[in-house]
């Protein structure tokens, strides 16, 4: 029996405020909370709530990834969703991954401050859901065989990673491989889990609308052990709106998949019934954003260059309980200039209008806090 | 086709002067076209297309805002009427100042019209007080013309909101640049401390909100110099209102400046402000990002409906836009980044799209 390895990734950054030269000195504020809670208030609505209490109805086992910084802000702003998750895990199974508690870029710069960031996600992570996961998955699927080195420290047995073009015209991205440290490798199918995250409402799509009988078909068409379908969690409710019928697809999706001799699984579960099919040695960062799927989307241009170089070199001043939220990848993100389809997607989630004006807010903060705390050295 | 004009370089050079020249130009090769214009010079000047001098000797601009200059444009569109050549298939009017030759002319002969709207009496007054005179030449301009042409979205939607034309009928055509004049240098991105504003100092053009910026700025960086490259109705004013907020040695005035020696104030410069109150296209934009030298511009300028290389900011916001200018004077690779993207996508501009553009206008007639 084929399995159906579901991965959402859940996570929020605490953006960074409105932040002019005028400002410098003055303000203190860095972070947006009012905006942060607008936001974390209304995906809880649309999306966090609706899809944890149907995966919980359904008992459905899937692999869940919450991000530490997400998980602060629910806390603060929406507590039912983590209680909710509890429930969910108890119900069902489930599995949460472990990554960078921040969503930082840590790990391609400083593997200390990476190894202490997942440490922390673990440790919260232990004590909230009284289990050890051991399945990790890196800020957007950023990994190679560096990344796959430093968590070998650690007590991880899964990793996750995107299956990109180069990669599965060698491997196929339905099976399980090894990776140079012995760690499981799940690859990213990218395109069945972009049939539901990117084309399931869009009219121009020559196989809209999709329906669960549809989709099941070409799943289990598709050759294999593993049908690996990881997407961003909001992609029930917020990026696809209710009005699209995506739960409505969700839920029959999950009814009918055994009528097609397909399983739900955790990623771990996976890992235990199934035989990896060799080794994949990846050599170069590759990640699950834009079309290059590279760093790109958050080192491709100078500004974004510019932002990192100057936020590593003020490490060892500003305090760490800002300095950690500042290295968060949805910073560079939004300040990606892109190619012209992905801008529509950066464009979507930038909260400043535009690449330039993220760019001059954080720039703003790093000298302010470059003039306050580093002597402006 | 015949196309009742205004202005023509070398003769009096302002933006519609400009259109005129580079569109006929190309246009000229591909089709028979015959511009009208009011007499200007009496010497043999070589243009790509005909040109028939009406005998009438124009004083002003169509910018200027008196009554002399409405009594001038009323006479010119009278003799216009007499020496037109009935053969035109279509007219093609440039602005109010054409509109009622060429609204008679289609009744007479029973031709084609074609509008092409580079601004409207809501730009020109910097919605402050509009004629009412114009305003109605412009709508009934509208209402006769069979297709309009509107230089930005930003002036499709005045035509349609404010002049409740059908926007079915109004093609939006982006002006285009003289890519050889501008593009041709390397910019250097080292800091030069120099903050352009460069055009014609009126309301419209939003020079005022440009002072403003400059006062807020030096607060923080007491060094930059401002400049106001042009001359206008608001120069004396503008002047003033400098010299009260103590600005006597940031603001500098240079008045007139001329095409070539405008390239070299934008390359010159680290920066260049269009703080307009109301523009339809804005030029000089694609000028200032052609050269490589970033520019800051108000939401309600038109071309930057088609540019995400440059900043917007509303036009009176003078704090936004001073967070602005300070930021791009402060950080080298906003400077750079700006300015290699900029020129990048004002390479898109051509006369050639433009004229293409056009022809399709006149086509589908």
Not at chain 2, 59 to 68: D, F, L, T
Not at chain 2, 193 to 205: A, D, E, I, M, S
Not at chain 2, 315 to 326: P, Q
Request: hydrophobic residues 35%; negative net charge; contains cysteine.
């Amino acid at each position: 029996m084929k399995l159906i390895v579901m991965f959402l990734e859940a996570h929020q950054p605490r953006r960074l405020s409105n932040f002019r030269y005028q400002d410098i000195g003055i303000r203190e504020n860095y972070f947006w909370d009012e905006k942060n809670k607008e936001i974390i208030k209304r995906i809880s609505q649309n999306s966090y709530i609706p899809t944890l209490s149907l995966l919980k109805d359904y008992s459905v086992p899937i692999t869940l990834s919450f991000s530490g910084i997400l998980l602060e802000q629910l806390w603060k702003y929406e507590p039912t969703v983590p209680d909710l998750l509890k429930e969910y895990f108890k119900a069902s199974g489930g599995e949460m991954a472990i990554e960078s508690y921040y969503h930082s870029l840590s790990s391609i710069w400083n593997p200390e401050r990476f190894l202490n960031e997942v440490r922390k996600d673990m440790d919260i992570k232990k004590e909230i859901y009284d289990k050890d996961f051991r399945t990790f998955r890196n800020t957007e699927m950023i990994y190679s065989d560096k990344i796959d080195e430093i968590v070998n420290q650690l007590n991880v047995k899964n990793v996750l990673t995107e299956g990109t073009d180069s990669i599965i015209s060698k491997y196929n991205p339905n099976f399980i491989y090894k990776t140079p440290f012995g760690h499981n490798i799940f690859l990213r199918n990218y395109r069945l889990s972009d049939d539901i995250s990117f084309r399931f409402s869009n009219r121009e799509w020559n196989e809209y609308p999709l329906f669960s009988e549809k989709y099941l078909n070409w799943l289990s068409n598709s050759p294999g052990d593993v049908i690996n379908l990881f997407m961003d969690f909001e992609t029930f409710g917020e990026h696809q709106r209710k009005e699209t019928g995506i739960f409505e697809f969700l839920e029959a999706f999950i009814e009918r998949a055994k009528d097609y001799n397909l399983k739900f699984a955790t990623v771990n579960e996976a890992a235990e019934s199934i035989t990896p099919r060799g080794q994949i040695s990846i050599k170069e960062y590759i990640s699950w954003a834009d079309i290059p799927r590279d760093m790109s989307a958050w080192l491709g241009n100078e500004l974004q260059k510019d932002l990192f170089e100057i936020l590593k070199s003020l490490e060892k001043c500003i305090p760490e309980e800002i300095y950690n939220y500042l290295l968060t990848s949805d910073h560079f993100y939004y300040v990606s200039l892109g190619t012209t389809p992905d801008i529509t997607v950066h464009s979507y989630f930038n909260p400043y209008g535009s690449a330039y004006d993220a760019y001059i807010n954080f720039r703003n903060i790093l000298e302010d806090l470059r003039l306050r705390y580093c002597n402006g050295n | 086709m015949g196309v009742l004009g205004w202005e023509l370089p070398p003769f009096f050079a302002g933006g519609l002067g400009i259109h005129t020249l580079n569109l006929f130009s190309i246009l000229g090769k591909i089709i028979d076209i015959t511009l009208y214009i009011p007499k200007f010079t009496d010497k043999d000047i070589h243009y790509n297309f005909k040109v028939k001098m009406v005998n009438y000797d124009p004083v002003g601009s169509p910018y200027e805002r008196n009554k002399e200059f409405y009594q001038k444009v009323m006479d010119y569109n009278e003799i216009l009427i007499n020496e037109f050549d009935k053969d035109h298939d279509i007219i093609h009017m440039h602005d109010w100042i054409t509109v009622p030759a060429g609204i008679k002319l289609k009744e007479k002969y029973r031709k084609k019209l074609v509008f092409t709207v580079h601004s409207t009496e809501y730009d020109r007054s910097g919605w402050f007080y509009p004629q009412e005179r114009i305003l109605k030449i412009e709508k009934e301009g509208m209402m006769a013309a069979d297709r309009i042409i509107a230089v930005s979205h930003y002036t499709k939607k005045i035509i349609s909101e404010k002049f409740s034309i059908n926007p079915a009928k109004v093609t939006v055509i982006h002006n285009g640049v003289k890519s050889s004049l501008f593009s041709s240098f390397n910019k250097n991105y080292d800091l030069k401390n120099k903050v352009l504003y460069f055009g014609r100092v009126t309301p419209q053009k939003g020079s005022k909100f440009f002072i403003e910026a400059a006062y807020k700025v030096n607060k923080y960086i007491p060094s930059a110099e401002f400049i106001v490259a042009g001359e206008g109705d608001q120069l004396n004013e503008i002047k003033n209102f400098s010299k009260s907020l103590g600005l006597e040695n940031t603001v500098n005035f240079y008045g007139f400046v001329s095409e070539s020696e405008s390239v070299r104030l934008y390359l010159d410069s680290d920066v260049f402000i269009l703080p307009a109150v109301s523009e339809p296209f804005g030029m000089t934009v694609i000028e200032s990002l052609s050269v490589g030298t970033p520019a800051i511009i108000s939401k309600t300028t038109g071309v930057g409906e088609a540019l995400n290389n440059v900043l917007k900011a509303d036009f009176w916001d003078t704090d936004k836009i001073a967070n602005y200018i300070i930021a791009v004077l402060k950080y080298r690779k906003l400077r750079e980044t700006l300015g290699n993207f900029g020129k990048l996508e004002a390479s898109r501009f051509s006369w050639e799209n433009t004229a293409l553009k056009t022809l399709e206008v006149y086509n589908s007639l």
